[in-house]
């Protein structure tokens, strides 16, 4: 009797250890998605500084304070954020919920922030604050150093101007607080 009740005891533990095992791959394999999903829309829209601003399907935001990429209905509203579309993943396997990325110029002469975001599957955010109920988000943001056909592009990071960019320096960075 007292095996028989050891050998239970022994089950239930091991039952447990392998409950919990399967919940950490589970929960590793959702946030390597998000980051997946997030470096997907930062090439995305990097790659669009490379385009005519005529042909950018990403818009270049002139600098603001506090930068557009802060503010919570820059990426809920219909305003900033680009959320790319099935065609631009480039994927049989559609996320749940598409990434996002933003491009802004800076204060600075030719500096360039992009910032982008992924989801997990199981991403669930607040409809009245846009903040994670459940599942992950990854926040992504690179500075690019970029210059015009021409050299410099311009005091306003050529927010307006006539020709595409070449990155020549990036830095990128991942958000481990985001702004919301």
Known sequence: MLMLAVIGLASAAIMRNATSGDQVANNNRLQTQANQYAQLALRFCESQLALAPSSRSVPLLPPVTPAAWTAQSSWTG????????????????LPRVAPQCMME????????????????????????????RSGSVVWLQATLYAEGEGGAAGPAGNVAGAGPLTVRQRVWQQLLTPPF
């Open 78 to 93: 219909t305003n900033a954020a680009h959320t790319l579309v099935p065609v631009e993943i480039g994927s049989a396997t």
């Open 105 to 132: 110029a800076t204060a600075l002469p030719n500096v360039f922030t992009v910032t982008a975001r992924g989801f997990s599957a199981d991403f669930k955010a607040d409809p009245g604050t846009g903040a994670t």
